[in-house]
């Protein structure tokens, strides 16, 4: 597989260092943090935007608004964008404010999907003392039960999908077998990425994470793990499927995700690399879970 080029990071655009200067000056923005492609050495490009999140009081809001509509104080405005948000060729500001911002990303968030938005991101401006730091760490990572959880739920979503795909393809269904095959990748992900306490990255970075952040294991490192992927992708080849589910039970055993194997029975063996018998033995394997 080739490795793009890794380049430096282009200069941050006038529009973006502009309004870093007119944020910070605002009492009223407690926090900025810059993400996307411009927080991750290598990924930015000439087209590439400045993803900003700006965190303001919780009070700041309403009084903000009002003082874009009375008459003016003496404390400098934030600037309209950290009210109404911007979208421009060189600038994506997404206001949030703190109380919002303490939940962004999270577990039953509406926007958990952004999480990964703050593994590798740069806290521009904090003025509570680290909180905003402390914020954006909590996002980045999975502590320990939250993995545990989440390997768990997933690890049983990529196991259905698996074998959905390989049921299918037995009763002559290759395109719905082809579907499912597909869609264990991103569980497949997950799993992988929450047996390590790590966020589960955008497709975009999930090159870059895995060779400038790699996982350790040699079954993991880029360019034995994405090929795999791809090949999954591209026709839901059985061997490879089975390859690779074989590596992430094995991961999985370690991990102490046994019993959600084992709950499978016997429709599991068919998953397997044929011949193949678990990498541990079932008796005990849920001990300590």
């Given at each position: 597989?080739?490795?793009?080029?890794?380049?430096?990071?282009p200069p941050a655009s006038a529009?973006?260092?502009?309004?870093?200067?007119?944020?910070?000056?605002?009492?009223?923005?407690?926090?900025?943090?810059?993400?996307?492609?411009?927080?991750?050495q290598g990924m930015a490009t000439?087209?590439?935007?400045?993803?900003?999140?700006?965190?303001?009081?919780?009070?700041?809001?309403?009084?903000?608004?009002?003082?874009?509509?009375?008459?003016?104080?003496?404390?400098?405005?934030?600037?309209?964008?950290?009210?109404?948000?911007?979208?421009?060729?060189?600038?994506?500001?997404?206001?949030?404010?703190?109380?919002?911002?303490?939940?962004?990303?999270?577990?039953?968030?509406?926007?958990?999907?952004?999480?990964?938005?703050?593994?590798?991101?740069?806290?521009?401006?904090?003025?509570?003392?680290g909180t905003i730091t402390q914020?954006?760490?909590?996002?980045?990572?999975?502590?320990?039960?939250?993995?545990?959880?989440?390997?768990?739920?997933?690890?049983?979503?990529?196991?259905?999908?698996?074998?959905?795909?390989?049921?299918?393809?037995?009763?002559?269904?290759?395109?719905?077998?082809?579907?499912?095959?597909?869609?264990?990748?991103?569980?497949?992900?997950?799993?992988?990425?929450?047996?390590?306490?790590?966020?589960?990255?955008?497709?975009?970075?999930?090159?870059?994470?895995?060779?400038?952040?790699?996982?350790?294991?040699?079954?993991?490192?880029?360019?034995?793990?994405?090929?795999?992927?791809?090949?999954?992708?591209?026709?839901?080849?059985?061997?490879?499927?089975?390859?690779?589910?074989?590596?992430?039970?094995?991961?999985?055993?370690?991990?102490?995700?046994?019993?959600?194997?084992?709950?499978?029975?016997?429709?599991?063996?068919?998953?397997?690399?044929?011949?193949?018998?678990?990498?541990?033995?079932?008796?005990?394997?849920?001990?300590?879970?």
């Amino acid at each position: 597989m080739q490795h793009p080029a890794q380049s430096s990071t282009p200069p941050a655009s006038a529009e973006f260092t502009d309004f870093v200067a007119r944020a910070s000056a605002s009492p009223d923005v407690v926090g900025l943090v810059l993400s996307g492609s411009r927080a991750r050495q290598g990924m930015a490009t000439a087209r590439s935007d400045h993803d900003v999140y700006v965190i303001t009081a919780d009070r700041a809001t309403a009084s903000t608004t009002a003082s874009t509509t009375t008459t003016p104080t003496t404390s400098p405005a934030a600037p309209p964008a950290v009210v109404e948000g911007r979208r421009s060729p060189a600038l994506d500001v997404m206001p949030l404010s703190l109380s919002a911002f303490r939940a962004h990303g999270l577990p039953g968030d509406a926007h958990a999907w952004d999480r990964y938005a703050f593994a590798h991101c740069t806290v521009l401006l904090d003025r509570l003392d680290g909180t905003i730091t402390q914020l954006v760490q909590e996002k980045a990572t999975l502590e320990g039960l939250e993995a545990h959880r989440l390997a768990r739920s997933e690890l049983d979503a990529y196991i259905n999908s698996v074998y959905r795909s390989l049921k299918s393809h037995c009763d002559g269904r290759p395109a719905v077998a082809h579907l499912d095959a597909a869609e264990s990748v991103p569980y497949l992900l997950t799993v992988v990425f929450a047996l390590h306490q790590r966020v589960r990255p955008y497709n975009k970075y999930l090159l870059w994470e895995l060779r400038n952040h790699p996982l350790g294991a040699p079954q993991w490192a880029a360019d034995v793990l994405v090929p795999r992927i791809r090949r999954i992708l591209a026709d839901g080849d059985l061997d490879t499927q089975r390859a690779l589910f074989a590596t992430v039970e094995h991961a999985a055993r370690r991990a102490g995700h046994g019993s959600v194997l084992d709950s499978w029975g016997a429709d599991i063996d068919p998953l397997r690399p044929q011949g193949r018998s678990p990498s541990q033995p079932h008796q005990g394997v849920g001990q300590g879970e």
